[in-house]
Every structure is written in C-alpha cells, then in structure tokens.
C-alpha cells in the first residue's frame, strides 16, 4: 500500500510532514460510507435484507474489532467469540433489569453496556492471555474460548442453559415514536454505531498505541530496546478490541432478542470472525469490512442454496490462504495500484478470461460435490436431483463424466490462462517498478 | 536519563566483576569496565570471545548470573530491556532489526515516541505530535534517508537499513548507545562512509561498539577493550593496546598484520 504513495508523496517534498487526517479523499470516503449506510434498507427493501443489513452492520465492528489483534497487532486469537458473547450476556441482562425497572438505562446505551463488559472480561482474561505472543498466545485463547463456553453450560442460571435468555427491546417510553421496535429502527440503531465504532477504530490505527502495536506485530524484540513494554502493549490492544466486540455482541442482542451460550461462546463463532476476517483481508484496515459482509452472505444465502455450504466455504479459504494472503482486500489494492499506472485496461481480457475459465471448473466441481451430498443425504429421494436448473442424475455415468469433463476442461483452460496471466503480470509489475525508479530520480 | 554530575566520578556505565553462565560453561567471566560519560569504546576480540553476550547482558537482553551493570550510577542488571532503554541505553544489533513493513519513517517515529512521553497513548493522533515528528524529520536527514521517507524498510538496500537501525538506536535520546558489529557486512567504501555517520550521530555521547574492523576500531575508538575468552585483557586506548603484548600474543598481531599487509 505504501509503496504506491512513494511517488506521489516524494514530488511534493514540502508537504512531507504535514500528513492531515483530514484530507479530501477520507472524507469522500466517509461519506460515502455513511450515505452507504443510511441507503442500504431504501434499496434492499425485504425483510430479509434487513435482518442481513443489521447483522452485517454488527459483524463489521466484530471483524474490525478482531482484525486489531489479527491484523495490526499479530495476535492469531482463536476466542474472539468470548468477548462479544459475555458481552451480549451481560446486556441482555441489563435489558431485562431494565425492564424491570431495577435500573434505568436507555435501549440506544444499551450496545455500550455490552462493550464495557467485554472490556472488563479482556482486562481480566486478556491480562494472562497477552503475557504471550505468538503460538502461545493462540493456544491460550483457544483453552480460554473453550473454557467460557463450557462455563456458560455450568452456569444455567446466568447464560440460561440450553434455551438460552430471551428478552424484548422494547421497553421504556418511545422517543420521538422512535420505540425500537420495527427492525428498520435497529437498523439504524446498529448502523449509528457501526459507522461510529469503524471510526474510532480507524482512529485508533493513527495513535502512537495504534503504531506502537504495528511494531510489536512486525518486531516485538526491537520493540522491547526502544521503550516499550510488549506485553503491556498487547494488553492494551486486547482491552480496545474486547471493548469494541463487546459492543457489537450488544447490538446482536438488541437484534435477535435472544442468546445462547452454546452459540454466542463457542470456538465456532469465533473460528468464524477469523475466517471471515481473513478472507476480507487483515493487512488492510477496510478488509474486516468486506470480510462481514461475505460473512452474513455466505452464512444466510450460500447456506441455502447448498447444503454443501461449509465445504465451499473451506475450499475458498484454503485457496485465499494458499494465493491471496491478503485477502479480497489485498485483491482490490494491487489493482487500484496498477489503475493508478493505467495498467489496469491490458488485464481486463485475462481477468474475463481467468473469470470464465474458473466458473467452468467450478461448475464441474459443484455438480460432483453437489452429487455425492445428494447420495450421502437425500438417497431416499432417488438418484436425481437439480442444481442450478439442470437435471442431474447422481447414480448415472453421464452425469458424473459430464461433470469431470467440465471440471477438467475448465481448470485445464484455467491454469493456461493463468499462466499467461503471470507473466503478463510480471512484465507490468516490473514497468510500475521502473516508473516509480524514474519518478524517485527526478 | 540522570544527569551526569561533573563533581561525581560516576561513570556513565560500569560493569563490576560481571558474569554469565549458559548451564555450566561460564561465557562472561567476571568483567570490569568503567567507560566515562562521552567516551567512545570499542570492543574487541576473537570469535566466541563474548562480546555479543557482554552486549546482551548490558542491554537486558539476558540477566548476569553475578555481578552488576551500573548505568549513570543507577544498577540495572535485571532489568527488562525496555526498563534500561528508558533509563538512557539503547542498542543495535549485529543482524539488522527494524521494523520491516513499517515505512522509514514511521520505524523512527516508533523509536521517538516512548521518549517523548507518549507512551501507551491512544487518545491522540500521530500526526498532530509535532514535536516527534519534527524529531523523525531531523533524525532522517541526519542518517540520510529522507529521501526514502515513505520506502518500506524491507525495501531499503542493505546498507540503508543499517543506517536505519542507527536512526532507531539513537532516536529515542539515550546518552549511552551500544552498536554491535554496525559495519558487518559492509563494503570498505560504505564501512567509511558509515563511521563518518556513526561519529556524527552519536556526538557528545557515550559510545560502545563491537567491531572487527580494525581500521574501524582505530578511526573511532578513544579506548579498545579486548574481550578473550570471557574477559577483558586490556582495556587502554588504541595505541597502547595496539602495543600491548598480551592483545599481540593472544589476538590483535595476526589481525592487525593481516590489515596492513592488505595495505591499510
């Protein structure tokens, strides 16, 4: 990312050090953002959409929340699920007293609730977790997700067992009509505190705890001989991200009205954000973003259009691990950079090409997989099935070799493509390179 | 940082009777250094000798099994690394240490911050600190890559990241600053160069480098200790040592021949 500013910054050597917060491009962004925000529910109009736009709006703080350990801070949790679980509990708790009348807090305070519990929880939790970095670190989050899960079952009393603890968000007396009742109104709720949470997060990124944590994911050793204490600083960055996972537990509660430990804590879920995480990209601030919104896609309309989802789901992030590291994210900015050189119009062609190939043996792919479910599962049902609008039949010869047949053809093609691919790619990475070379001489 | 007290004979670091064992083998063996404020030491030996350990166990890196460190009068063995950089040590690293994906500015910035009081800070913008900025600037001109402001240190060449790991070293104001092997892997031009740059850079205060250049050693150094096997067996300055039987006998003849039957 930095290297495509080099250029730019570098010709007007005056304004070096005067880097503004506010420039024009950010605030273009940010409001873009927020126009996003506010249109989505007036152009996805079902009920559906809805429910997807107000999980998408508390999952973006989720996944950003997580991608300050992942991404900024190089702490590969695997309990990230605690933090917005407890945090869920703890305001739902605080709905029902509330409704009760034992205390008097507001439903719009109510997501803040669950955020300073799920900072209370990393102060308390993340103090040991955060003694270590790296594969021990890991696999502290790990026994210390599966240990509040298994707690949230002992405690039936405080999580509610198997049933978990149902409440209503409507309670109180409604502000200007405004009772929170309608989905549409949550909406905006989560949407208010998404847009606000993902700034202050994307504030934080510019603090000097904020560059310090970058330091510590790239270097802790040299970290410790400039001053700083990494545990500490890890610490410091466990308690932000418990806080701001608090919140968006907060928000799901006021959604669903409802939570369950065996859901809301489990290693799944938070296996989950760091899937999803990682597939929008976590060396980009904006990643965890895109990584939300193919979080709730996959989960609400990949789910139902194949019961083969989960496997689908592994297979693109094996290969985003295995080629894409940086995620969709990271996708997105080497081609921004190479807009920015006006190199992207010589790729157009290979990517429809790449694009077209890959589908093909996709297609094959699916139909097989799509197959061997319907054999494993639907047997009773007998050997046909459709997908996608063709009749296949599952016991036959001719379905399964059409579907090798296109498998192979398609991912045949594909890898020559991709081959032509590299090396074009090659040649324009190295004229970008010689561009910037030129552009330092001068 | 205690401020050096002319009157007082305090030195700004002092090893007494030092030690360091890794299981039975005992690697320090009781050194005794006192280096007064300003002074420029360089440290020398044979391979193995120590003095990469003797660096460790200044810095915090490893605790000594006996014997202290005392800096500007205040002991310090013990102490985590970040404990004694923020009482005015700070150290490079024979194998390049700077924060790769981290621009050559912001590594500089990172180096000042502690300083400068910002601590753990999250309430404020990086890019409204003036004084830490304007820090960065001047340490960038002063190892001269402010032309590579915004070039990724993993990007720099060779020699532009030891110049980095200067900037870091010296940026956060320590007085006594510890270079370990700062010109290895360095061509002779560049080794010249960058001795030009260390002098300049670490001006005014005090210096402790491990070097196996010998003409490195006698162009910077006001005093030489010679570290073999575990100790120190002269501690003088250049010319002296260079005289010294016992540094012939037992390490500097075969190199200092070898140095100028290379023509130096």
Known sequence: MNSTTTTTVASSATSHYRFKPWNVGRLIIWTLFAVMLIMAPMLFRSSLALTMLSQIGYLIIICLSYNILLGQGGMLSFGHAVYTGLGSFIAIHAMNMATKGSVHIPLVFIPLVGGLAGAFFAILLGFVTTKKSGTTFAMITLGIGELVASMALMFPEFFGGEGGITTDRVYGKAFFGISFGPAIQVYYLIAAYCFVCTAAMFAFTGTPLGRILNAVRDNPERVEFIGYNTQRVRYFAFIIAGFFAGIGGGLATINFEIITGADSLSVIRSGGYLLFTFLGGATFFFGPIIGAVLLVLASVLLSELSKAWLLYLGLVFLFMVMYAPGGIASLIMMNLRLAKYGKLRQLWSSYLALGGTALVGVMGAACMIEMTYHLQLNAALGPELTFLGATLNAAGFTSWFGAIFVMVTGFGLFELCRRQFLRQWSTIQEEIEHEIKRGEAL | ??????????????????????????????????????????????????????????????????????????????????????????????????????????????????????????????????????????????????????????????????????????????????????????????????????KEVTEGR???????????????????????????????????????????????????????????
């Open chain 2, 206 to 264: 005090t210096l402790l480098t491990v070097e196996h250049d010998m003409g490195v050693v006698f162009g910077l150094a006001d005093k030489i200790a010679v570290v073999v096997y575990g100790e120190v067996i002269a501690y003088d300055t250049p010319d002296k040592v260079r005289a010294n039987q016992r540094v012939q006998e037992a390490y500097l003849g075969s190199v200092v021949a070898d140095e100028q039957g290379a023509g130096h």
């Open chain 2, 1 to 198: 940082m205690a401020a050096d007290n002319p009157t007082n004979t305090t030195y700004a670091l002092e090893l007494r009777d030092l030690r360091k064992s890794f299981g039975k083998t005992e690697i320090i063996r009781g050194v005794n250094l006192s280096v007064a404020s300003g002074e420029r030491v360089a440290i020398i030996g044979p391979n193995g000798a120590g003095k990469s350990t003797l660096f460790n166990l200044i810095s915090g890196r490893f605790a000594p099994t006996s014997g202290d460190v005392i800096l500007n009068g205040q002991r310090i063995n013990g102490l985590a690394p970040y404990e004694i950089n923020r009482k005015g040590l700070s150290r490079s690293f024979q194998i390049t240490n700077i924060f790769p994906k981290l621009s050559v500015f912001e590594n500089l910035r990172c180096g000042v911050l502690w300083s400068m009081g910002y601590k753990y800070t999250f309430l404020r913008f990086l890019s409204n600190l003036h004084d830490a900025n304007e820090r960065a600037k001047q340490l960038m001109e002063m190892i001269k890559l402010d032309k590579k402001r915004d070039t990724l240190a993993m990007n720099l060449t060779y020699a532009e990241q030891r110049a980095l790991e200067i900037g870091i070293t010296i940026a956060g104001g320590a007085n006594v600053i510890l270079l370990d092997e700062p010109t290895a892997g360095m061509s002779k031009t560049e080794t010249t160069r960058f001795i030009h740059l260390i």
